[in-house]
């Protein structure tokens, strides 16, 4: 069985950063297509950043890009997203997905989530 655990979340003020880590179990990560998404209050899931099976190749929202990075340590099945120059409207729930889509930016394209971990961007 699939397990995927998110940690890293916090308050951090605008303009500041934070790294957040995402470990899978159950699965060889080495391979496997993964994302963040985040979800702010009263708003739907969107796509923050994807990285290929081999980390190869990464996508980002336009609201991200510049400002995150997305990694993968496929030795220790973790990724990583390395968030710089935060904004109040990047405040969420961040979740970690698996699929088997390159670089897909829908959620329906990944079957394999994480809890979330929270981040809040203060002024």
Sequence with gaps: QVQVVESGGGVVQAGGSL??????SGRTAETYPMAWF???PGKNREFVAAISGRGQRTAYADSVKGRFTISRDGANNTQYLDMNSLKLEDTGIYYCAGGNLQLARTVGAYYDWGQGTQVTVSS
Excluded at 19 to 24: E, K
Aim: with cysteine.
């Design 38 to 40: 985040r979800q702010a």
């Design 19 to 24: 790294r957040l880590s995402c470990i899978v």
